[in-house]
Structure formats: structure tokens, C-alpha cells
């Protein structure tokens, strides 16, 4: 059975930092990508990072390109967003999503993580 399971969320000030961790199991995760997506209260949820397992080949959103770092550790099949310098408006339940390189297809998502930056 397949599972991610997204850890690292917490309250912290505006330019603070925060790793955010989703571990991933159930299965050989070579040909997917990860992606990290936030949804914020009353906004639709949209797409943070993106990294490929195999060749560890990312792209960012432009809102947090130059302040998060998406990376993963394939021994321990999980990836990290390490988010720094953050601001109120990072505000919202992190997700973590398994997506097939083929159809660029999501098929498993995490329960979430929250996180909350105050100013």
C-alpha cells in the first residue's frame, strides 16, 4: 500500500524557516516526480515545487522561487521542502503528491501538514 506521510509543519515568525518531510512507501518511486502543494483558507490549492526522483530535476513556483528548496534522499525515500525566509502569506496545509512522469498523472496524495507563519 502505497503512502506518503508529511511531517515538519508548525507555527513559526515571518522569516523564519521551516523543513517540511514527506516520507514515501508502498513502492519503487523511480519513474514519479513529488510535488508539494499548499492550499491556504478559502483558496484552491496550488502547486509549490516539484522534483524527480531519479535524476532530482526540480521547478518552483514563481512565489517561493529564491526562498524554498525542494530535495530528496532516495535511500530514505523522502523529500524535503526546506522553506526559508517565510512570510504570512506561506500560510497553509502543506501536501505532498506523487505524480507519474508519463501522464504527469497525480495518483497518491498526503494528509498534510500545517503550517503557519505570523507576522
Known amino acids: 500500500q502505497v503512502q506518503l506521510v508529511e511531517s515538519g509543519g508548525g507555527l513559526v515568525q515571518a522569516g523564519g524557516s521551516l523543513r517540511l518531510s514527506c516520507a514515501a512507501s508502498?513502492?519503487?518511486?523511480?519513474?514519479?516526480?513529488m510535488d508539494w502543494f499548499r492550499q491556504a483558507p478559502g483558496k484552491e490549492r496550488e502547486f509549490v515545487a516539484t522534483?524527480?526522483?531519479?535524476?532530482?530535476?526540480?521547478n518552483y513556483a514563481d512565489s517561493v522561487k529564491g526562498r524554498f528548496t525542494i530535495s530528496r534522499d532516495n535511500a530514505k525515500n523522502t523529500v524535503y521542502l526546506q522553506m526559508n525566509s517565510l512570510k504570512p502569506e506561506d500560510t497553509a496545509i502543506y501536501y505532498c503528491?506523487?505524480?507519474?512522469?508519463?501522464?504527469?498523472?497525480?495518483?497518491?496524495w498526503g494528509q498534510g501538514t500545517q503550517v503557519t507563519v505570523s507576522s
Open positions: 522534483i524527480t526522483w531519479s535524476l532530482g530535476l526540480t
Open positions: 503528491a506523487s505524480k507519474t512522469l508519463i501522464s504527469s498523472a497525480y495518483d497518491y
Open positions: 508502498g513502492r519503487s518511486f523511480r519513474s514519479y516526480a
